[in-house]
Structures are given as C-alpha cells and as structure tokens.
C-alpha cells in the first residue's frame, strides 16, 4: 500500500520561505517520477512542480519559477519543495503525488498516489 505523508507547511509572511516534505513507503520510490500540487480555497487543484524519478528532470508552472525548488532523495525516499520568496498568491493546500511512470509531468492523471496535503499560508 503506497502512502504519502506531508510535512513542512505552516504560516509564514510574505518574502519568507517553507520547504515541504514528503516520505513515501509502499512501493520502489526511485522508479517513479513525484511531483506537488496545491488548491486554494474556491479554485481547482493546480500543479506546482515535478521531477523525475532520478532527479535528473524538473519541472514547474511558470508562477513558481526562480522561487520554488523540487528535488528528491531517493535513498531517503523522500521528496521536497522548497519555497523562497513566498507570496499571499502561493496559499494553498499542497499536495504530494506520485507518479504512474518515471517521467516529470503536469498532468494530475499521470499521477496515481496523493498525500493528505499541507496548508501553507502566507500573509501580507
């Protein structure tokens, strides 16, 4: 049973920064690309950021470029999404997801697992 569990996220003012985990048990963690997704209040689930599953490939929504960072540690089975420069925009429920193969995509449908997600807030 595959399971993703979340942590990291919190209140945090604008300009600061968060770095999100997620540890993934269940099946070999280094064959699949991961990736983050969030869903504010009243909007749909978006994508943030993906990487493959060697880490070799990333890739982001251009919202979060140059501010967010994915990266993987695959003997630690765990995935991360740093955020700097955080904005009132970037609140969000984030949600980490694993992929059905090993290459980074934005598609939700590429993706099989899902987290409980993690609020992050960030005021103004």
């Known amino acids: 049973q595959v399971q993703l569990v979340e ?7 604008a300009g600061g920064s968060l770095r ?5 048990s269940g099946r070999t963690f280094s064959n699949y690309a ?4 969030r869903q504010a209040p ?3 689930r ?14 982001y929504t251009d919202s979060v470029k140059g501010r967010f960072t994915i990266a993987r540690d695959n003997a630690k089975n765990t995935v991360y999404l740093q955020m ?3 904005k009132p925009e970037d609140t969000a ?17 590429e993706y099989g697992y899902w987290g409980q ?3 992050v807030t960030v005021s103004s």
């Open 7 to 13: 942590s990291g996220g919190g209140l945090v003012q």
């Open 20 to 24: 999100l985990s997620c540890a993934a």
């Open 34 to 37: 991961m990736g983050w997704f």
């Open 42 to 44: 009243g909007k749909e």
């Open 46 to 59: 978006e994508f943030v950021a993906a990487i493959s599953r060697l880490g070799v490939s990333t890739y």
């Open 84 to 86: 700097n420069n955080l």
């Open 93 to 109: 429920v984030y949600y980490c997801a694993g992929g059905r193969g090993p290459r980074a995509r934005s598609d939700s449908n």
């Open 117 to 119: 997600g993690t609020q």
